[in-house]
């Protein structure tokens, strides 16, 4: 296995022939930083000084034609061919609490959440913990490179994605057209920083659209079994374009003390769906009007499309929301 060394430092680590420099220093208990793990956000940039490697998905966003002129590679699509020397500061936040395993799940379940939005279920061949609002790495057949969804449940034995169909995605298109219960694929996880900060003695206000729902219920149900959340409350926004779109109300309904300190509210940003009794706006628009200045005193989780993301951010922004009380993985 070729061994990555740390200029200037000590450090020094093992990685598989089919790993990557950012995922097996990861499961070496080191802290590289980063948050997609597919080469789009770019968090994982470290610059490659002696050595080979790899590009496992070529021209990826996450790296500029001046990055790679300076030497500069994404340590989530880096895997090495030979001993490598880089440079790069690690940040003791992103060491896991929860290492990163790679290994094989079966799918044993498969649900319908909206016309375009299904729960899969796979049990793993050896039960792994997670932190609600992490994410795993899904490699599916015949798919080239992997893809990265947030679990919806909070168990170790079985993993729960809620996925939103893509039009003409491959890997969705494989998910929601090829895939049977009884087929197996490989799953790597647990990552992400977003994960539900138990100890933080805040009331939550989760934000989601899309398949954002998946992490966010994740969130809400541990927080839901949380000793240490007993008497705190989650509020718990859900966009969508049209009321088709809307969902997640019947699992948060399943908690303990859903209607008092588990509030649902759901919102669409479409005009028409005369009979709709819900918010209209976008996520942003609808979660500063009913908590405006109560945000700053709340832990914010928030999932979704990347434009919901951005208008999120620059709202909490706006508002002086701190940003340690802020917790999304970018995905784009």
């Given at each position: 296995m070729p061994t990555i060394a740390v200029k200037g430092s000590d450090i020094r680590w093992q990685c598989a022939d089919d790993d990557t420099i950012m995922r097996s220093a990861l499961?070496?208990?080191?802290?590289?930083?980063?948050?997609?793990?597919?080469?789009?956000c770019g968090n994982c940039r470290f610059d490659l000084l002696e050595g080979e490697i790899e590009e496992l998905r070529a021209n990826a966003p996450g790296l500029s034609d001046r990055d790679r002129e300076r030497g500069r590679r994404l340590g989530c699509q880096a895997r090495p061919l030979a001993d490598c020397t880089v440079k790069l500061r690690f940040m003791p936040q992103y060491e896991s609490h929860?290492?990163?395993?790679?290994?094989?799940?079966?799918?044993?379940?498969?649900?319908?959440?909206?016309?375009?939005?299904?729960?899969?279920?796979?049990?793993l061949d050896r039960p792994q913990p997670f932190l609600a609002g992490q994410y795993a790495l899904l490699d599916l057949p015949r798919v080239e490179?992997?893809?990265?969804?947030?679990?919806?449940?909070?168990?170790?034995?079985?993993?729960?994605?809620?996925?939103?169909?893509?039009?003409?995605g491959a890997a969705t298109g494989k998910l929601f057209g090829a895939l049977s219960v009884g087929d197996r694929i490989k799953i790597d996880g647990p990552y992400g920083m977003a994960y539900f900060r138990e100890d933080a003695e805040r009331d939550i206000i989760c934000l989601a659209g899309g398949s954002g729902?998946?992490?966010?219920?994740?969130?809400?149900?541990?927080?839901?079994?949380?000793p240490l959340f007993a008497g705190r409350t989650v509020d718990f926004v859900y966009g969508g374009r049209s009321a088709q779109d809307i969902c997640g109300e019947d699992m948060l309904a399943e908690l303990p003390r859903f209607g008092t300190h588990i509030r649902y509210h759901p919102a669409i940003s479409a005009g028409g769906d005369d009979g709709w009794a819900g918010h209209r706006g976008f996520v942003h628009e609808v979660a500063e009007r009913l908590f405006s200045e109560r945000?700053?005193?709340?832990?914010?989780?928030?999932?979704?499309?990347?434009?919901?993301?951005?208008?999120?951010q620059k709202m909490l922004v706006d508002l002086g929301v701190p940003s340690a009380q802020v917790h999304f993985d970018q995905f784009y």
């Open positions: 499961r070496a208990g080191l802290g590289f930083p980063y948050e997609c793990n597919v080469g789009s929860v290492s990163p395993v790679r290994q094989s799940g079966v799918l044993v379940a498969v649900r319908d959440i909206t016309h375009d939005i299904r729960e899969f279920r796979f049990r490179g992997s893809r990265a969804y947030s679990m919806a449940n909070t168990d170790a034995d079985e993993w729960h994605f809620q996925i939103r169909r893509v039009p003409n729902l998946s992490p966010m219920i994740s969130v809400t149900r541990a927080a839901a079994a949380s945000l700053r005193d709340c832990e914010i989780y928030f999932a979704g499309p990347p434009l919901m993301g951005q208008a999120i």
